[in-house]
């Protein structure tokens, strides 16, 4: 048996519709991001990610999946779960957003009132974050990106492809569109 | 800079070995956890940021391993002194072995060294005996992930039961 030298992985764990999905259904490409709150890399490919998908508006759909990596981020596992707590009522997007906009801001007395400013219960998140409500799914995604291949934050995958080039725009332009037409 | 024909490949008894490992330095070795899989993860240097992200991402899955009852042990050709400030500085809980006396000797007899006299970052996971069931190479450049190591491990929980629970 040879050695392999490099191996391209794939997406393990198809697209569902529990999954966390911005932009439309029937878009031709999914980028899949598995990304870490606290992960300076996450936070600069955040607004090129954004503007993908303004400018690619009916081809692209993002997913975005958990994985903390928690003994450098100690404050990510708790963004994470704060997110699916948001998830939970229908805000997960804004709070994803606010939290991408605040990574200077995740400690648990500002992450507090970034919930207030999305509009939901700091108190009642706080309550269910604290009891771990939702690290199952935290979990899930995080051991779902492991068993792909994520091999660090962000890792993306492009229908169903580790991305292993750049997070600038005209990187991801040149995926996606090459993505869309194969 | 490395040979990648010159891996250790399946089916080969590991070579044993102990060396100095973090947290206090005492001499480990895989022999040391017959009867559980071991993952033995060559990397080139300590600091370096591919094998910081390589190490943060095999300590975040430490959960994961241990539902196999697999056994993770980093190992490179920095000293042990060295390991020990970077395991603290990336939260490393798992065994960072020092292959520095003689210097990169446990690379040579896995055929994980590099003509540059750093380790080749590589994948070695031995079943509960001690024989390599399978090894990977990586582009020095590149994390590998850990998606190869948890089909070895599916594999090896399928034929011998090494799940936990």
């Known amino acids: 048996m040879s050695t392999p030298l490099q191996v391209t992985a794939r997406l393990r764990d198809p697209v569902t519709t529990e999954d966390h999905i911005r932009g439309p259904a029937d878009?031709?490409?999914t980028v899949v991001e598995y990304g870490d709150f606290q992960c300076q890399f996450c936070g600069a490919a955040y607004p090129n990610l954004h503007e993908l998908l303004r400018q690619r508006a009916d081809t692209v759909r993002l997913v975005y999946r958990y994985f903390p990596i928690a003994n450098v981020h100690p404050y990510a596992e708790r963004a994470a779960e704060t997110a699916e707590a948001?998830?939970?009522r229908g805000r997960f997007w804004e709070m994803h957003d606010w939290l991408y906009e605040h990574q200077d801001q995740l400690d648990p007395v500002h992450l507090s009132?970034?919930?207030e400013q999305v509009g939901l219960p700091p108190d009642e998140l706080n309550a269910e974050v604290e009891n771990h409500a939702h690290a199952d799914r935290v979990r899930r995604d995080f051991v779902g990106g492991i068993r792909s291949g994520v091999n660090g934050t962000p890792t993306l995958f492009v229908n169903g492809v580790r991305h292993d080039g750049g997070y600038d725009l005209p990187d991801l332009l040149t995926a996606v569109d090459a993505a869309a037409n194969p | 800079m490395s040979d990648p024909n010159g891996l250790i490949q399946p089916g080969r008894t590991a070579p044993g070995f102990a060396v100095p490992a973090t947290p206090d330095g005492a001499l480990l070795g895989?022999?040391?956890f017959r009867g559980r899989p071991v993952v033995l993860a060559f990397y080139p240097a300590?600091?370096?940021?591919?094998c910081g992200d390589q190490m943060s991402l095999y300590q975040s899955a430490a959960p994961v391993f241990a539902q196999y009852r697999a056994v993770v042990l980093g190992i490179s050709v920095d000293g042990i002194w060295?390991?020990?400030a970077f395991a603290e500085s990336r939260g490393i809980e798992f065994p960072l072995l020092a292959d520095f006396e003689p210097k990169g000797e446990v690379a040579r007899s896995y055929g994980a060294y590099m003509s540059n006299g750093e380790a080749a970052r590589a994948l070695v996971v031995l079943d509960p005996t001690g024989t390599v069931t399978w090894s990977y190479l990586s582009p020095p450049d590149v994390n590998p992930g850990a998606d190869g190591i948890f089909d070895a491990l599916d594999r090896l929980a399928a034929d011998r039961k090494v799940m936990a629970g």
């Open chain 1, 113 to 115: 009132l970034g919930v």
């Open chain 1, 86 to 88: 948001a998830g939970v």
């Open chain 2, 46 to 50: 300590d600091w370096s940021p591919v």
């Open chain 2, 30 to 32: 895989p022999e040391q």
């Open chain 1, 27 to 29: 878009a031709a490409v």
């Open chain 2, 82 to 84: 060295s390991h020990r």
